[in-house]
């Protein structure tokens, strides 16, 4: 098999921004596959996983009290105000100390609510070793009127310590519906918006000697004003193999997201596929069927991620006033592969023992594999198709066709 030609072919979809294996994992694979050091493929592979799938993220919030804080940090972990775990809201900053929360999903992100720098007594040099600055990614630095001096001065501490920092404007949906209550004849939007960011940009300046890019947002609504913009931003900043875990804790409430969502899965699969293709390769590599994960707990994992979970389903339900089995009919998710009962990982071992008595362990494991590779991402385009129908809700209980269904197969048979 030329593996080359087929990792440059798979990776050249990719944007940047959604890319989760570095360039330089991706050319030692190369390498090793053109010259058959399989072992060494196969153990830059297997790390490489090892990172994508369980590399901390760690994201650092920080601002005055009473500039949003707590409900950015919800809008990022996808939980309401009233959420169990949530971030309390409109409580008075009196300690000092950060606060850890971790995202709801996936437990190796942790977003930390950090004190302002104006609330302590704290100079920022000082200030960030009392916040434990090196366990962080990134820094996030919200305001909600204008950044201040403390802001600034804050920015250029993390900059001397070659850390990244985003200013985040909140609570952009108040100033928009206060203007235009106070202001119904003139009130234009963008300009409202260009004045905002001017002002902003204006009060750091006095303190930076770069223009810094500042994103206005409403942590109520996360598919609206720069909210998308910071969340591709930080993916294309991000090393990537921390790409793929920040990618599954976004909401998918865009179109885009979804889609990053989608090729970030399939390139976690493709991985995995090509780890045990070339397992499958090496003389006397042996069965591996422990290795395989099992496809039913994997696709709930799937479902999780695009907001298709039982959980999810009932609460989108409740929101639009329908049945959920009426709203599950018009998806394509759970029509997949139910033409009985027996589950997806019976199926796959039925068909790896038959093949296994034909054509032997490593072979049979590789053929195992590719099976499983399909159908991982058959479930996959079909859930992300789902997640964004949901985003049109109207449209989709309002479709009269039959649902997809999937027929099974052939090497089922």
Known sequence: MDWASSIDAFFKNFKRESQILSEENIILIKSYTETNRLQKALSVIHNALRDIENAPLNIAVTGETGTGKSTFINALRGLGQEDVGAAPTGVTETTWERIPYLHPKLPQVTLWDLPGIG?????????????????????????????????????????KMNMNFYFVRTKIDIDIDNEQKSKPKTFNKENVLTKIQGDCSRHLQQALSSEPRIFLVSSFDVSDFDFPELQNTLLRELPAHKRHVFML????VTEEIINLKRDSLKQKVFLEALKVGVLAAIPLGGMIMNDIENLDETFNLYKSYFGLDDASLKNIAKKFNTPVNTLKARLRFPHLFTQNDESLEDKLRKYIHHISSVTGGPVAAGIYFKKSYYLQNLFIDAAANDAIALLNMKDLLENKEEPYISQPPDYWE
Do not use: C, H, V, W
């Open 119 to 159: 609330s302590t007594s704290f100079p920022p040099e000082n200030y960030l070793t009392e916040m434990k600055f090196g366990q962080y990614d990134f820094f996030i630095i919200i305001s909600a009127t204008r950044f201040k001096e403390n802001d600034a001065q804050l920015a250029k501490a993390i900059t």
């Open 249 to 252: 804790s976004l909401n998918s």
